[in-house]
């Protein structure tokens, strides 16, 4: 006797598909959320502190008085340690096989992402508080030109991070 097996209806097939894309879209929101836990307040901290050294900046002179020097380079050095912070936090290194996978590479880039721009933002930090400090024009330009980058970078990758955490209101400088 030969057994028939009836091929799966196209309702249990599309049940199948959803529970897998509803599985996907859970393993990104988790992982984005578990990373948001451990570093919300770490990104905020370094988007305040950034933001307050570019407004010390926009208040530069040509001639700027020691005393507001010695404000900018306590400043820079605040937002260099918060941004080295950031710059060390762990990432996601892949994400898994399947169907899913394209999506799941978003979380892991956007990790590695906002953790180049806080290594960049540190780097423009550092500049700014050669120049505050020794008085070195090249190396504000230096910070001027990094910091347009790494600002560019953080808010992209901390806004995809957001998105991917089910977040409003990222920290953006």
């Not at 999506?103 to 930090?125: C, I, K, N, Q, S």
Request: glycine fraction near 6%.
């Amino acid at each position: 006797m030969i057994a028939y097996r009836r091929p799966a209806s196209l309702g249990a097939i599309l049940a199948a598909g959803a529970c897998l894309s509803a599985c996907a879209s859970s393993s990104i929101q988790t992982g984005a959320s578990v990373f948001l836990s451990e570093h919300a307040a770490g990104a905020v901290r370094t988007s305040a502190a950034t933001r307050a050294v570019v407004g010390e900046v926009a208040l530069l002179g040509a001639a700027p008085a020691q005393s507001q020097l010695e404000r900018l380079a306590a400043a820079a050095a605040r937002a260099r340690r918060q941004a080295a912070q950031a710059g060390e936090w762990s990432v996601t290194t892949s994400a898994e096989g399947g169907e899913e996978a394209a999506e799941e590479e978003d979380l892991p880039r956007a990790e590695t992402e906002v953790t180049a721009a806080a290594d960049e933002l540190a780097h423009a930090m550092s500049d700014l508080e050669t120049y505050a400090r020794r008085g070195r024009r090249n190396a504000l330009a230096r910070y001027r030109s990094t910091l347009a980058s790494a600002q560019e970078r953080w808010d992209e990758s901390i806004s995809q991070l957001w998105h991917l955490g089910k977040r409003s209101n990222p920290p953006q400088l």
